[in-house]
């Protein structure tokens, strides 16, 4: 099949690769040329495991190529618009601006039975607006919204665990569900959970999911915050309350919070849509979320204050990652970059080191200081942060080792990845996020 993919940031190149990699013949557009350039050398411009193999297996086939001429879009069947949606400057709400765009370039090249699938993650409501500019030409919008996971974006896309599509009501919707069946064909004939539904829930499938996991983070960190003043362990009970089924234990990790391009953003859009719609009683509790999560980063910074003698001042401080997750190179709104900057502004020397991320930090942050080595970075501090759980920081950073290095032995384990008994019984004084 012939699919062309406008916006080629994050999401579109990987679908891009992805939907190739399966055997279809894609075009990914996209209006940075530096980004199309690289693109097209099979360069990921980010980091993502197993992209860059993708990319060059799917050039090299002839099935992948990358352009910024939306001219190209023209004979594709089916066309999926995945461009960012950020929050807009000073407001809460989701700005659709780069959404609108791609639609309005694209609709001169639509032909009557084409299918435009948008995978991007809007406010709801937009979907059917969006249907009413794309109807004139014969051609059907549909929404199919995205479900990535940074690090296994690869793998989400090609062995999704879900596919949910909204479609209009009638003949058009029943045909456009059943050629974007065709376009996952491996994961459909392997089981994968088909929904087909209408726009307004399709929209709110991926924003409600995005609120529910981030709702459960919070939970536990405000766990953590009762299990400080108390002395319990709250990862002992998030291992508890883990064990029963209906809550589960993933995204029970207290620590210094959630950042990314999605999900902060995200629970910001959905509350401020649920305002516009009168409904925000139903979501006040998403603020509470946010606030949260912002309250773990200050805690974190709080912790090395403290374990410093109450001041920073003059004090080196080794910050482990710069990501806001492991695997991704994403600096978004992370709060280990975040909490650096607090840190550097209390007067503390502050050197940051990321295994994939320092040079995306240094772009966004140039006055605090970067290693790319984590044992220069923790070379004569007085304290280390661990603030993204990395491997190399978790499980492959023996505290004998670094005691060799350090000129203190305190550290603040942002992301209660350490094994505290191994780092207290080598002399360093630990501190972990609600924990005694």
Known sequence: ????????????????AAM??????????????????????????????????????????????????????????????????????????????????????????????????????????????????????????????????????????????RLVLGVPSGAAGERAAQLVREVFYPAVDKGTPFIVTDYATAELVKVAANAFLATKISFINAMAEIA????????????????????????????????????????????ARAEELGKHESVTFLREVDAINLRRRDRAVQLVIDALGGSVFGKRVAVLGAAFKPHSDDVRDSPALDAAVRLHGLGASVVVTDPQAVENARRVHPQLSYALDRDDAVRYADAILLATEWDEYRREFAPAHASSLTHGRI??????ALDPATWRSAGWTYHGMGRP
């Open 411 to 416: 550290v603040i384990d942002g992301r209660n």
């Open 228 to 271: 400080e003043v108390t002395g319990a362990d709250v990862t002992q009970l998030a291992d508890a309350i883990g064990h029963d089924e209906r809550i589960g234990r993933r995204f029970l990790g207290a620590g210094i919070g959630f950042g990314g391009g999605c999900l902060p953003k995200d629970i910001r859009a959905f509350a």
């Open 20 to 161: 190739a990699s399966i055997g279809h013949e894609v075009v990914g557009i996209d209006v940075d040329q530096h980004k199309i350039d690289a693109l097209s050398r099979g360069e990921a411009p980010f980091f993502e495991p197993g992209l860059p193999e993708l990319l060059a297996e799917g050039i090299e086939s002839g099935r992948l190529r990358f352009t910024t001429d939306i001219a190209a879009a023209a004979g594709a069947q089916i066309h999926f618009v995945g461009v960012g949606t950020p929050q807009q400057a000073g407001r809460y709400a989701a700005d659709l601006t780069y959404v609108n765009a791609a639609l309005d370039s694209l609709l001169p090249y639509l032909r009557p039975g084409d299918v435009v699938a948008g995978k991007s993650t809007v406010p709801v409501g937009t979907a059917a607006e969006l249907a009413t500019r794309v109807a004139p030409t014969g051609a059907t919008l549909t929404w199919n919204p995205e479900f990535l996971r940074e690090g296994w974006a690869v793998q989400d896309t090609i062995d999704p665990d």
């Open 1 to 16: 099949m012939r699919i062309s993919v406008i916006g080629c940031g994050y999401l579109g190149a990987v679908h891009a």
